[in-house]
Each structure stands twice: as structure tokens, then as C-alpha cells.
């Protein structure tokens, strides 16, 4: 059954040594990979919605939703905070002025292949090209992962360049979503970084926690807390709705581990744009133990201009955020600028 991964976009989850048949590897082959299919399994027609673009259309980045991430969404109800952020609208096929193919400048921080610097003493590290969703507004929907190492051999020169840079003093693992690797790629990938005597920090940017949670098993908690670098986790969740059933207990899982678990959100038109929904969702995730991390500004990317909200708007929701939520709560509000030295707060 993993060969429908395999074939789907890369061999990133099957790779060295796959040992078929973990109930993660089963779920995501599992997938439900067609508009269609997603709007029958929701009692919803395509007549409720304006302009949907047909599965011929978006072969490049094709739907994608786990049952369990399925399972969170109301059924009939089409302005489903869940069901929008993976339902490709014809709106994709825009062309807006201002919204670029690669609108963050990834690709003149490439340090060397699959290393990405933008930041003083942390590096990106693109582990993984595939997703175990596609989110119709992901930023890096036009990254050339093509280009990116593939085999365990391939890292060597990348391993290498962090090696020899003492002031790289964390690695994030990101992509794609790094722990789509199988437990052997990724434990050899966390070993080769824990071998480097200035790496203190390993840091995980992963959506499956949210999107398939069957992910977190006890063998992959056990990797994560016997590290010599500390481990952090960074979700990805928009709306309070996600933080439910399963996603909830894999996060519990995460924290009662031990390992901070921080979250990232996208601020996104008609899906989290509203104070209520982003105080729900601080609330959801404070209630766990998971800190609420960065709100990002959308990055303009080609495809994604109807998610954007105003930065006038999002100020304003911050604001009331600020006066019904303890600071700890409140997320930071940034935007990505090519060249700065961090992510920039919004003002
Ligand atoms: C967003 C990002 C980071 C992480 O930024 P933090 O503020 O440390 O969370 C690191 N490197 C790159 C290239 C990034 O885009
Ligand atoms: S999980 Fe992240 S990288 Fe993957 S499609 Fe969604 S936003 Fe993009």
C-alpha cells in the first residue's frame, strides 16, 4: 500500500529500509486525493461552491487530506475552517500582481543543497519534499524540490557545511514535512546532527501532528527525548477545530513527553480572520500545554492571493487578542521579508 505514497510525489516515506505497514504509513496512503471524492465524503456538491478547479487541474499539487484530518471537518457545512484550506479553488490559477513564485527569497539563502540561511545561528534543513496535506496556501507550493538531496548519501556535503560553521547553533528540520521520513531516515538524519558538537537545538517543523497524528508513536517519542541536542516541535494549525480527537491526544502525547510543542498559524481569509476564531485557537492550544507561537501574514505567493487578509485587519485582531488573552497566549505577528535578520513583526 505504500507505493501509492511512493509514486504520489517522491519516495521520501518508503526510502531505506521502509518497514511497511505502521498504521501511519496505511493512513496516509489512505488519503483521500481527489476534490471530488472530498466533497461526496462531506455530503456537499460542487453547485454550493463558485468556481472549484477540477482534479485535472491541479495535478502539480493535487488534494490531499488524511480521514483523520477528514473526520474534523462538519459534514455539509461548505465554509468548513478545514475543509478551505485544502479545497482547490479556480482562484489558484490568478495571476495577482505582487504574488510570486518564490515570494520569501528561499532560494538566494540556499547555503548548499537543501540548506537554507536566513537567520544568525539557525539553519533550515529542507528534510523531506512531501506533505501528508497540501494546504492550497502553502508558501513553498512552487519550491523546486527537485533540486534538493535525496538519499541518505546526498546530505553529506550539507552535513558537512553545518559542520564546519561553529555559530550554527541549531538545525530546523523542515520541507516538505520532515517526519513523513520513516523512523530509520529520520533517526540517521537526528544522529548525524547530534554528532555535531555545536548543534544544541533540533527543531521540527511538522503539520502531522495536526494532519496525522497517527504519526506520534512511541518509538518516535523515544527518538525525539534521547537526544543529546534539545528537541522542539513546531506545529502548524489554523483553527480551533483542527485541535480535536486524535490531533488532540498526539499533541498531549508530545507534551507530556516532555518536548516543548510551539504552534504556527497563518493568518487566512475566511477561515481564522475573525477574534473569536483566534481566541478559541490559543485557547484550544494553551489548554494542552502548546504555546502559541507566530501568527504569519501570508507570504504572496502565486496562487494563494484569496487567502490574504489585510495587514490593517490582522493588526486590529491582534489587538483585541491582546485584551482577552494572557500575553503568553497572544501569538506574534509577523511577515516574512527577503533579506531581514528575522522574522518582522507587523505594524
Ligand atoms: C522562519 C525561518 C526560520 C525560523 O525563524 P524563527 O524566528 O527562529 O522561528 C529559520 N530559517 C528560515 C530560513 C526561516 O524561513
Ligand atoms: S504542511 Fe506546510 S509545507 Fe506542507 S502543504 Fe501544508 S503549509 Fe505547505
Same mark, same amino acid.
Given at each position: 500500500?505504500?507505493?501509492? *505514497? ?32 472530498? +466533497? ?11 468556481? /472549484?478547479?477540477?482534479? &485535472? ?26 475543509? $478551505? ?9 490568478? =495571476? ?19 540548506? /537554507? =540561511? ?14 501528508? &496535506? ?17 538519499? /541518505? ?17 541549531? &538545525? ?35 503539520? /502531522?501532528?495536526? *494532519? ?41 502525547? $508530545? ?39 507566530? +501568527? ?33 497566549? *497572544?501569538?506574534?505577528?509577523? =511577515? ?12
Amino acid at each position: 500500500m505504500i507505493e501509492s *505514497v511512493a509514486t504520489f510525489q517522491n519516495a521520501d516515506a518508503a526510502g531505506e529500509g521502509t518497514s511497511i505497514g505502521h498504521d501511519w504509513q496505511r493512513d496516509l496512503a489512505r488519503a483521500v486525493r481527489s476534490s471530488a471524492e472530498l +466533497l461526496r465524503r462531506l455530503g456537499l456538491s460542487e453547485s454550493q461552491f463558485a468556481g /472549484l478547479l477540477a482534479d &485535472v487541474q491541479t495535478r502539480s499539487f493535487p488534494v490531499l487530506v488524511p480521514e483523520s484530518f477528514l473526520a474534523r471537518m462538519q459534514p455539509g457545512n461548505p465554509a468548513d475552517p478545514l475543509l $478551505l484550506q485544502v479545497l482547490p479553488r479556480s482562484e489558484e490559477q490568478a =495571476q495577482v500582481d505582487g504574488f510570486l513564485s518564490d515570494a520569501v527569497g528561499d532560494l538566494n539563502a540556499r547555503r548548499a543543497p537543501g540548506i /537554507l =540561511q536566513k537567520y544568525h545561528g539557525r539553519v533550515l534543513l529542507i528534510a523531506a519534499s512531501a506533505c501528508a &496535506v497540501h494546504c492550497r496556501y502553502c508558501f513553498r507550493r512552487e519550491y523546486p524540490y527537485s533540486d534538493e538531496p535525496r538519499r /541518505l548519501e546526498d546530505w553529506d556535503e550539507s552535513l558537512k557545511t553545518i559542520a564546519d560553521d561553529s555559530s550554527v547553533r541549531e &538545525v530546523i528540520l523542515s520541507g516538505g514535512d520532515p517526519l513523513i521520513l520513516n523512523d530509520q531516515r529520520l533517526e540517521h538524519l537526528c544522529r548525524r546532527l547530534e554528532a555535531i558538537p555545536h548543534i544544541d537545538r533540533i527543531r521540527i517543523h511538522t503539520r /502531522l501532528p495536526i *494532519v496525522l497524528p497517527s504519526r506520534i508513536t512511541d518509538a518516535l517519542l523515544s527518538l525525539l527525548t534521547g537526544l543529546r541536542p534539545q528537541v522542539l516541535v513546531v506545529v502548524h494549525a489554523n483553527h480551533a477545530a483542527e485541535i480535536q480527537l486524535d490531533c488532540r491526544s498526539s499533541l498531549q502525547r $508530545l507534551v507530556q513527553a516532555g518536548l516543548p510543542v510551539l504552534n504556527q498559524a497563518v493568518l487566512l481569509r475566511g477561515i481564522n480572520d475573525c477574534v473569536n476564531s483566534l481566541e478559541d485557537l490559543s485557547t484550544a492550544l494553551m489548554n494542552i500545554g502548546v504555546i502559541p507561537y507566530y +501568527l504569519h501574514q501570508l507570504d504572496r505567493v502565486s496562487g494563494t492571493a484569496h487567502f490574504e487578509v489585510p495587514t490593517s485587519t490582522g493588526l486590529s485582531l491582534v489587538s483585541e487578542l491582546q485584551a482577552r488573552l494572557p500575553g503568553y497566549a *497572544v501569538p506574534r505577528y509577523v =511577515q516574512e521579508f527577503p533579506g531581514a535578520t528575522g522574522k518582522t513583526p507587523v505594524a
